[in-house]
């Protein structure tokens, strides 16, 4: 491996991993505040870039993916391999995507569940696939493909206890690694996943809370707001056929 190879990888780790990892404990100090809206946006951070890292590890180009969560999938079709997930973080993910991107309340937005679990479970399956896996090992002087073998490692770890699954030089096996990390007791706060404790059940508060947008209660006011301040076209549009106070 060449040095810009390896410079690109570090890139992935630095940049998009360990900035996810932190995003991750971000969202759930937000949960656990309440601050629902910001508990969207970091959670939306996080797989954002844990996906970006998956690409670029695999230099699958996605200049075009921004915020988007299905754009990121798609272009995840790319790669060399299938990322697996459970049908509750497929459904999680599908929900972050939807209310994460509006920051400023351009869009209602609404949570129920224990969603602070499905984000954990989420992290936990994504960020698997978050590494190198693509390689080729040196094994009697023959260059052997490592890819299938990391993929079996993967799938096994569904059947040990999460907590085992680790990543080398990983920032949340670092934070979870030094009790006196101000970040730790943060990420694991009835953590099933992450953690030192092998916890199979957590208590976790699950919040019924729904916020209009001014826009959904006002829609007349989207053109004065719009002389003032950008609006996404998308939201726009989506209140363009709504009758207008005169």
Partial sequence: MDDTE???????????????????????MCYRAGLISQFHWAALQ??????????LYNRVKAKDVFHSLSKAQKKAKQLPFEIKLSPISE??????????????????????GPKLVELDKSVWE??????VIDYCMDIKGKAVKMLEKELKFIEAAEQ????????????LEKIIKNKSDAARPHLIWQNGF???????????????????SPFSLDPHILKQV???V???????????????KK
């Fill in 194 to 212: 992450y953690g030192k404790s092998k916890r199979k059940v957590v208590s976790v508060p699950t919040p019924t809370y729904v916020e209009n």
């Fill in 160 to 171: 040990r206890p999460p907590q085992e699954f680790c990543i080398i030089g990983g920032e």
């Fill in 230 to 244: 950008h609006i996404p076209k998308e939201v726009v549009s989506a209140y363009a056929n709504i009758p207008q």
């Fill in 6 to 28: 390896i410079l690109l990888n570090t890139f992935a780790t630095r940049c998009f991993r360990n900035m996810a990892d932190r995003d991750y404990i971000t969202a759930r």
């Fill in 226 to 228: 719009c002389e003032y």
């Fill in 46 to 55: 996080t797989f954002e870039k844990y996906y970006k890292a998956i690409l």
């Fill in 126 to 131: 994504l960020r698997r696939y978050c590494r």
């Fill in 91 to 112: 459904k999680f993910l599908r929900h972050i995507d939807t209310f994460g991107r509006f920051r400023y309340l351009e869009a209602s937005y609404f949570i129920y």
